[in-house]
């Protein structure tokens, strides 16, 4: 039988081929989900008892004929009687999927496909499609179809014994590519490896006698329930460093991890874990994986989660993030929104858990973790809000504090005239080592703040605390502070001062006249027994120009 396939424009397959995708390879992943989803719906109607024959070996196989030019992708599924064909094929963008969704709302096993244009996708590498097919239905007769790629198709009885559909890919000259074993071995791994059907492509290889030698195994390419398919309760840590290992084999252990589980108001699974980050965000972004139904969709998840969270590893899965898209669609779509702020809620959730019960560990993970929750202080205002309980101020004797310990601990000591609290910092340790020694000699609190991004956060705690300023330790301030036990025999003279300040002046050029002040420092054992300061807002000024390259 001839006919047409159903659309109003003459041809469409043209526009496929450039348009759909820019990504050809991805027509694999189109059809492996296509042959899941019908071994998914064939278990589903089992287990309604609408099905009552043999499953039977349900393994989806993929191969390449290299004579032939042809990619096979077979299932065991629920097969095609010649009508649904007409129906679910030759209809583009009828979706048989959301059809069979509304129909087993509630038994559905995840199905994959959302938008009915994924079968066509073949055609993108393909001078002709076959389906060969056998309804799971008693009585069917097989049926094979075959297009070459315009609207006019052919659709034929067949002999075919085994139930499911094997869709047979005559791939073009153009794609050539795509018929190297090895080819097939890297898409499937990439976009196939965690689905929930087994997938075999040829048979597992031993090495005997020197060489590679096929054994009568299938070789499985997937994982068919990844960790973040289990529950929480059934998963030992092991069992998460595991998982890790198999996503990012080079990586080192991750500090923790989260669970995610939500099926409230979307569904979405997934694990996240927090690396071990240097101080090199740039070579650490995008290794979330984004998943759908257990296929791999994309690891460019800029734009679709908050861009801190681009630093984090792991895997999302949720069929509420569209397959069939483009990446601006995904960035304007209105789940994908909800999703990223729901994700940053959890992580915080997370974060605040894990200071709670074992507050050791956190703050023994807080210099691989502060470059994360800064980046996300700074950048998301709700995760500010939350992170506001856990995040840490750590002082040059190492000792970690809350914003509410820290203020706490200086409120009595570090005012300045005005009543405001003085929060000192150094940057650099070791230059700054005098001052540091000089500002503790005095029974002050120095906070260290040489990370990547606490330039940016230190103006960020000023401008959110209350009443508050930091101020770096070489800075004049520290002498204007009011502290309880001041010591009026450790002070200058103002004669004193000025005969040292014009020495001062003529052996240190680099620090401008009026720029600094001096003070005599108690003897400590390591002390030193004189500090030169410099203006604090004069060097903020200073520094400020010569980032902007003035
Ligand atoms: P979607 O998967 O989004 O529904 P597709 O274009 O991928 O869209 O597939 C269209 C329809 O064709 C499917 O919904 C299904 O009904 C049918 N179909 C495709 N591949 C198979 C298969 N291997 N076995 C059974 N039915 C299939
Ligand atoms: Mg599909």
New binding site residues.
């Given amino acids: 039988m001839k006919g047409n396939i159903g659309v109003t424009s003459d041809n469409i397959f043209p526009i496929i081929k450039k348009f759909l995708y820019s990504d050809h390879e991805i027509f694999l992943r189109?059809?492996v989900?296509?042959?899941v989803?019908?071994?998914q719906?064939l278990k589903t109607l089992a287990s309604v008892g609408e099905f009552k024959g043999e499953l039977g070996d349900l393994t989806v196989r993929v191969s390449v004929d290299k004579k032939k030019k042809t990619i096979t992708?077979a299932?065991r599924?629920?097969?095609?009687t010649a009508d649904?064909?007409e129906?679910?094929?030759n209809q583009?963008?009828?979706?048989?999927?959301?059809?069979?969704l509304d129909k087993y709302k509630d038994d559905a096993n995840a199905?994959?496909?959302?938008?009915?244009?994924?079968?066509?996708?073949a055609f993108m590498v393909s001078k002709e499609v076959e389906?060969q097919?056998l309804s799971y239905k008693e009585g069917s007769k097989a049926a094979r179809w075959i297009c070459d790629g315009n609207p006019e198709y052919q659709l034929d009885e067949m002999d075919k014994p085994d139930r499911?559909?094997?869709?047979v890919l005559h791939i073009d000259d153009d794609n050539k590519d795509f018929l190297e074993e090895s080819k097939i071995s890297e898409l499937l791994t990439k976009y196939c490896k965690f689905l929930p059907v087994s997938i075999a492509f040829g048979k597992k290889k031993e090495w005997k006698d020197g060489k590679d030698v096929e054994t009568d195994e299938d070789n499985i390419i997937n994982d068919t329930t990844p960790a973040w398919t289990r529950k929480p309760s059934d998963l030992k840590e092991e069992d998460y460093t595991k998982f890790y290992r198999d996503l990012y084999p080079m990586g080192e252990d991750p500090l923790f991890w989260i669970h995610l589980n939500v099926d409230y108001p979307f569904n979405l699974t997934g694990i996240l874990y927090f690396p071990k980050v240097k101080n090199n965000i740039e070579l650490q972004r995008n290794k979330i994986q984004l998943y759908c139904n257990q296929v791999f969709v994309t690891d460019a998840v800029e734009g679709i989660v908050p861009d801190f969270l681009t630093l984090l590893h792991g895997v999302i899965d949720s069929p509420d993030i569209p397959?069939?898209v483009s990446r601006s669609y995904l960035q304007s779509d209105s789940n994908v929104k909800k999703i990223s702020s729901h994700i940053t809620k959890k992580v915080a959730d997370r974060l605040q858990e894990i200071f709670k019960n074992d507050r050791t560990q956190f703050e023994e993970k807080w210099d691989n973790l502060r470059l994360f929750i800064i980046y996300g202080m700074l950048t998301d205002e709700k995760f500010y809000e939350r992170a506001e309980k856990f995040a840490l101020l750590k002082n040059t004797e190492k000792k970690c504090f809350t914003f509410d310990e820290y203020k706490e601990l200086i409120k009595d000591n570090q005012t300045d005239k005005e009543g405001s609290l003085i929060y000192l910092y150094a940057n650099d340790a070791e230059s700054q080592h005098s001052y540091i020694e000089a500002a503790r000699n005095k029974g002050y609190d120095v906070l260290l703040m040489d990370g990547q991004l606490d330039i940016h956060w230190v103006s960020q705690l000023e401008q959110k605390f209350d009443k508050s300023r930091f101020v770096r330790v070489d800075s004049d301030i520290i002498e204007r502070l009011i502290r309880k036990a001041d010591d009026p025999k450790h002070a200058l003279t103002e004669t004193q001062k000025n005969a040292l300040a014009s020495l001062f002046e003529t052996q240190l050029p680099s620090i401008e006249k009026m720029e600094f002040s001096i003070s005599l420092e108690q003897m400590a054992p390591d002390g030193q027994p004189l500090v030169v300061t410099q203006n604090e807002f004069m060097r903020r000024m200073k520094e400020m120009s010569a980032m902007q390259g003035n």
Avoid: P, Q
């Avoid at 499911?164 to 869709?167: C, N, P, V, Y």
């Fill in positions: 189109e059809l989900s296509n042959a989803d019908a071994t719906k992708v299932d599924g629920i097969g095609m649904e064909i129906k679910y094929i583009i963008a009828f979706s048989g999927a959301e059809e069979f199905i994959i496909g959302h938008f009915g244009l994924g079968f066509y996708s389906i097919t499911g559909t094997s869709i397959l069939n």
